[in-house]
């Protein structure tokens, strides 16, 4: 998992997503686990500053349904003068619907 690496290199982690999405308070979690602290934050507004407070090296994540455009908001927010973008594990997930769902949408 990307968190679990990344936490070995920052200070304080952003969780960016909604309060209610489990994906992202798993993420929240397992920064936590690894002794960073890590605030879940929905939109720059939620961001206090004062968790920046001589902080060097900043974690930004995100849940799988948040838009990149928020995250994007949210770096360009930080202004940092360095990104470094770790990608995790592309996930390729395919599956067949069930009968009912295929009859519906052969009609």
Do not use: Y
Not at 14 to 43: T, W
Not at 57 to 82: H, Q, Y
């Amino acid at each position: 998992m990307a968190v679990k690496e990344i936490s070995n290199h920052v200070e304080i982690f952003l969780v960016v997503g909604a309060q209610n999405s489990s994906n992202c308070n798993r993420l929240k979690e397992v920064a936590e686990s690894n002794g960073v602290p890590a605030f879940l934050i929905n939109s720059v507004e939620e961001l206090d500053l004062k968790w920046l407070a001589d902080v060097e090296n900043v974690g930004v994540t995100s849940g799988a349904s948040t838009p990149d455009s928020l995250v994007r908001g949210i770096i360009d927010f930080i202004n940092p003068s360095e990104v470094i973008e770790m990608g995790g594990e592309e996930e390729n997930i395919t599956f067949t619907l069930p009968k009912g769902l295929r009859d519906i949408r052969d009609t």
